[in-house]
């Protein structure tokens, strides 16, 4: 697990904490946001990994009721 702490001079939301959990190939598989870095925070789960062009990109973005994010049409062109 690793833990992001956004300080109070940068970012669009100071103060906020991110816990990364990620797996033995390092792909991130849930984070916890904590608004103003206090509380239980916020799960999602990422999963449906899926690989396009060589990269591995997390489809879904579920909370634990249901909602999240979900990405399609996804494309990556490396040049």
């Known amino acids: 697990m690793s833990s992001f702490l956004r300080t109070h001079q940068d970012g669009y939301t100071p103060g906020d904490v991110f816990e990364l959990f ?3 190939d390092y792909m991130i ?6 608004r ?3 509380g ?3 799960p999602t789960v990422w999963k ?3 690989i396009f062009n060589g990269i591995t990109i997390s ?3 579920r909370n634990d009721q249901g909602g999240g ?11």
């Open 69 to 79: 994010l979900w990405f399609s049409d996804i494309e990556v062109n490396l040049k």
């Open 22 to 24: 990620y797996d033995d």
């Open 29 to 34: 598989t849930s984070w916890i946001f904590k």
């Open 48 to 50: 449906e990994n899926k």
């Open 40 to 42: 239980e925070g916020r």
């Open 59 to 61: 489809t879904e973005h």
């Open 36 to 38: 103003g870095g206090e």
